[in-house]
């Protein structure tokens, strides 16, 4: 258990020092990661995880659901994200941290 916690560290270590390196990273791709890292599944830290929309935008003090859904469309297109919304006013949306190694390969749950 304690290499698992030790290997998501360093794979959550490189991905912040590749969204740190990004250029076209905002401070508001910034909050929202730092919101969908809060609410993700700290027993499983590479798995997919549930959010809200509205906790999301609460917690990364995002007040405009256009700007909600273009940072997180950005955090898409750019490889940081897998996002499956869920169209469900009372359903949460599915999310998943896309962490690289070293070579450049998806991380999946290992």
Not at 72 to 85: A, F, M, N, Q, R
């Amino acid at each position: 258990m304690a290499s698992k916690k030790i290997l998501s560290r360093q794979l959550f270590e490189e991905f912040s020092k590749r969204l740190s390196e990004d250029t076209r990273i905002l401070q508001s791709h910034v909050a929202l990661v730092s919101a969908l890292f809060y609410y993700q599944d700290k027993k499983q830290p590479l798995a997919a995880f549930q959010g809200s929309r509205s906790k999301l935008m609460r917690h990364s003090h995002i007040r405009s659901t256009a700007t909600y859904h273009k940072r997180l469309s950005d955090l898409v297109k750019y490889g940081y994200l897998e996002y499956t919304p869920s169209w469900h006013p009372t359903s949460a949306s599915r999310f998943r941290f896309v962490i690289v190694d070293k070579k450049g390969s998806d991380v999946k749950g290992r």
